[in-house]
Each structure stands twice: as C-alpha cells, then as structure tokens.
C-alpha cells in the first residue's frame, strides 16, 4: 500500500512538472525607472519567475520619447507591458503611439503628464550641476526619502548601487528627455486600452492632482497604496506582485 501511495504521488508529481513545462506563460515586458537596472524589479523576478516570462528591458539611450519608442523592437504581434517611474511614462507613451501593439499595462509609480515649472526649474539646475563639476551618486538621505522604510539598510544601498552604476550619460541623457514630456491624458481617455495604475498616496516624486483628474475621467484602474514609497517594486514587492496577477 505504501509503495502504490508513492507511485501515486509520484505520478502527479511529474504530471505537474510536464504541465509547467509545456504550459505557455504569460510574457510581460518591464521597463526600468530613471537611473535604475534589472534590480529595481528583483523581487518581482524573485516571486514572478515560474509564472510569468518577464522580460527586463533597458530605457533606450535617447533625448526624447519619440526616439526611444522606435527603439523597442518586440517580435509579438501584442505585448503586455509593466513600466515603472520614468518607465512607466514610457510604456504608456509606447501604447498610445502603437495601441495595437498592446495588450495589457500595468504602471507603477508614473504620473503620465508634464513636469511642473518647480521640477523643470531643479532638474536643469541638476544638469548644469553634472556638466560643470561632474557626476556624483545619490546621498543616502535623498533615497531614503524615497522608501517607507527609511532605515532600510538593503534597499538604500542597492538603489544606491543601481544610481552610481549607470552613470553620467544615461543621467544626462534621461534627465533631458524628461523634462520634453507631455500630458497624456486626454490620449489615455480617449484610448480603449487597459490601463492599471499602482501608486503612493504620499509619493512626492508623483503628480497626485493628476491622478484625481485622471480618476474622475477615465475608466483606468487605479490602485492605491498608502505609502510614501515611490520605489514600490522594491518596498512594497508583495503588493505589486498581487498587482501583477490581477493585471496580467
């Protein structure tokens, strides 16, 4: 009996293996925030792995949207597309210039509309800073601002990692294109693509009016987290996980 039991287990065992073996996962297409790599999504690779296919994908090293979305190159006739921060502004730029090209998105952390004069004004100081005494990472202080959790050793560190890692010409060059962005949402509005926003309610970095405006007008799907973390891929990984499932 306790050999036919084993069989038994055995057999569903490698039934199981077969069928996610052979089973098509859903791919999704992850795009980076301004000065982040691969790691900014760690955990989600970390979760995500056996179910989805996700494919990392780098900004493309351009001055403005129009030529970076010439630069994604995507075999699928329609993909699903995961954007987070500056990568979500430009995931959303991407299906609104190509929205038979998409299928599903999922946009973390992005207010989809121009900068104010204020951010203008701090990022071209920023640059000039860069160009006339060089490169410098982020503080520590300046990242912890941007977790729930500022005394959180490990992420502060990696964020700093992933800042002094990518330099000063993807800096330079995605700081600038930053500051040419329009307000998408009337595109949004008038789009019939699925569109799920997940952000803070207390993330600085954000617009939050226009998410209100974006709320009041559209069918979008908005899901808020009350937090001040703008890096919620990072510190609040579970949540978005879940966002992901339900998104994708």
Partial sequence: MVLNSLKIKL????????????MKKTKIY????????????KYIYFY??????LIYMDIPL???????IENLNFKEEKVNLLGFSM????????ALKYPKKVDNLLILSASCCALSKNEIAFRKKAISFVKEFGFKPLSRKKISSLL???????????????YQKMGETYFLTHM???LKRKD???????????????????DSLINQEWFENLKNKSNCNLNIINSTSHMITLDKSVFIVDEIRRAF
């Fill in 62 to 68: 351009e001055e403005n949207f129009d030529k970076m």
């Fill in 176 to 178: 600038n294109a930053s």
């Fill in 184 to 202: 998408l949402t009337e595109e949004i509005i008038c789009s019939n693509l699925n569109f799920n926003f997940c952000y803070s309610n207390k």
């Fill in 11 to 22: 057999y569903f065992s490698l039934q199981l293996i077969l069928i996610q073996l052979f």
């Fill in 87 to 94: 990568g979500g502004y430009l995931a959303t730029y991407f």
């Fill in 30 to 41: 992850l795009f980076p925030g301004l000065m982040c790599d691969k790691r900014v999504f």
């Fill in 48 to 53: 995500l792995k056996n179910e989805y296919e």
């Fill in 148 to 162: 729930e959790n500022k005394d959180d050793l490990k992420l502060i560190n990696l964020i700093f990692d992933m």
